[in-house]
């Protein structure tokens, strides 16, 4: 990151140079995408042949001939484009055999990706996309993410200036008022570099503890951001969380620590049957069923799923409409439901319709006159 905040300006000198080019690669034609599948297919340094080109661009295995494909027109102007490229820059570098038919292709020579400046020049041009995207949000992406990545490059990414002059093209919830947002960077940094953190953490009902934290994973949830991590003596050993705005001071990085790594996968498998962040590790899996009585709250919900698990059961008919989720429950979900007020109702299992129920009666007698 440091190094491309460095050289921003002249990557994207560059990439005006090289992308004003014609490029085979460039694109989502047909034949460009053929030209990519007969150039990775080619790199493997087997024998190549139209079909298996063809099978790469579509993605599954055809049993007709190639020719009956309604992309081989494409496929034939693409291919010899690519070779010609090739032998271009490397001579005798492209053996064939077979007929006209049956022609088949094997890249021999001794650059492993004598075309990558061609390839590359893409991605220089989606930097290009993404940095206007950026120039353009103002904000989209919280702020300090970006000054702290192209802090060498201000001049062209004037994100402040452009906010003050109200030029932002995309605006979200986020506010950097949020506390501790300006620590994401550097927590991002020691995920990515396995550092060992001693944080200063101020827990709800106790008073401030000092934590000897390995950093894993980042999650923005309501607003409001968590890192998730290994912290030393504590329970779970794997998937401890720490919501940034109760960090009490800068962390410190604590370079005679040895990292301990999260297992592959654990954060996938850790919030892929909740809501939020709350795992309970007793808590168990269980379909809800739900039921919106008001069309605007069935197809907000319908647009805006509460969970990824979530189908519609029974379409909106008039009077209600009825969703099916697969989760374990936490207060997340529960702030969910009563955010929706009483056009929404959990039809079950019967223990989360008492859970909701004695929130409703608690919530009613705060307001009884």
């Avoid at 990519?36 to 661009?57: C, F, G, H, N, P």
């Amino acid at each position: 990151m440091e190094i491309f905040a460095m050289h921003a300006k002249i990557i994207i000198f560059v990439a005006i140079q090289i992308t004003t080019m014609n490029n085979i690669f460039e694109g989502n034609s047909c034949k460009s995408q053929c030209a990519r599948s007969a150039y990775k297919l080619l790199m493997t340094r087997q024998w190549v042949s139209y079909k298996l080109i063809i099978e790469d661009y579509l993605g599954k295995q055809i049993t007709y001939s190639v020719s009956k494909c309604k992309e081989y027109g494409e496929l034939k102007k693409a291919v010899p484009e690519v070779i010609k490229l090739i032998t271009d820059k490397i001579t005798q570098s492209i053996e064939t055999r077979g007929n006209i038919r049956n022609r088949e292709f094997r890249y021999v020579g001794n650059d492993n990706d004598p075309l990558k400046d061609l390839l590359n020049s893409i991605v220089i041009k989606d930097l290009q996309t993404y940095w206007q995207f950026c120039q353009n949000t103002a904000g989209f992406v919280p702020i300090v993410w970006l000054e702290h990545f192209f802090r060498n490059s201000h001049d062209l990414l004037d994100i402040k200036k452009r906010k003050s002059k109200g030029e932002e093209r995309i605006s979200t919830s986020y506010e950097s008022k949020l506390r501790n947002i300006e620590l994401l960077p550097k927590l991002y940094e020691a995920i990515a570099n396995r550092h060992v953190l001693a944080l200063e953490y101020e827990q709800y009902y106790s008073k401030t503890v000092s934590l000897i934290f390995h950093p894993h994973y980042l999650k923005e949830y309501n607003n409001r951001w968590f890192l998730f991590g290994h912290a030393e003596g504590l329970e779970p050993q794997i998937g401890y969380n720490v919501a940034l705005d109760r960090i009490s001071c800068e962390p410190i990085l604590l370079e005679n620590k040895t990292y301990i790594e999260s297992p592959s996968g654990f954060y996938t498998d850790l919030f892929k049957d909740i809501v939020g962040v709350t795992n309970k590790k007793d808590s168990e899996i269980q379909t809800i069923r739900i039921r919106a009585f008001s069309p605007y709250i069935f197809n907000l919900i319908e647009t805006k799923p509460i969970h990824s698990s979530q189908i519609v059961d029974l379409p909106y008919n008039g009077n209600y409409g009825d969703f099916l989720l697969r989760i374990k429950i936490n207060n997340e979900f529960i702030g969910r439901i009563l955010q929706m007020g009483q056009d929404l109702e959990v039809i079950s299992p019967e223990n989360i319709r008492l859970k909701i129920k004695e929130r409703i009666e608690c919530m009613s007698q705060r307001y009884q006159l």
